[in-house]
């Protein structure tokens, strides 16, 4: 195992859950943030509102912890947003799979750690049905994770590669 991966977990378990609202808290604060299950609208203001947190109390960072299939886009962008805006570091743990849109969020952080054996990518957009979205939007998905790569340090490429 890497050794960045180590002290992540290291940080994630020490300062680890979610800080309950009102308590006092302050930059040794990590907020970790559980991304499971199918990616929803109702995911977002969940995030929105765990970015806000972190940066109210002056936390140190905020971890997503993954484990994803993926899910809705819209939700997936409204997060991505929250995210990039956020004031406080914001890292991913992909700690079995960051398919889709949970690929999208992984790369909208600082950084990406993944755990041995885990997967990231097929974010090819589908409609409700399974079916390939039209070129349009698979091509504006695809600018959109080369876009969001770039801003973190990744390589543009390989996300553009996660839409083909």
Known sequence: MSRQF??????????????????VQNESTV??????????LGLAPYIQRAVKEAAEVGAAALILDIDTPG???????IISDALTDSEVPVYSLVN?????AGALIALSTSRIYMRPASVIGA??????TGTKAPEKI???????????????????????AMVD
């Not at 907020?31 to 929803?40: D, N, Q």
């Not at 079995?96 to 889709?100: M, P, T, V």
């Not at 698979?138 to 553009?160: D, I, K, T, Y």
């Open 6 to 23: 180590m002290v992540l977990i290291a940080i994630a378990g020490t300062l680890g859950a979610l800080a309950v609202p009102g308590t």
């Open 31 to 40: 907020y970790r943030v559980p991304v499971t299950g199918e990616i929803e």
């Open 71 to 77: 899910g809705r886009v819209d939700a997936a962008e």
């Open 96 to 100: 079995r799979r960051a398919y889709s």
């Open 123 to 128: 974010a090819t957009p589908v409609d409700g």
């Open 138 to 160: 698979v091509s504006a998905m695809r600018s959109q994770m080369r876009a969001l790569a770039e801003s973190n340090g990744l390589e543009p490429e390989v996300a553009a």
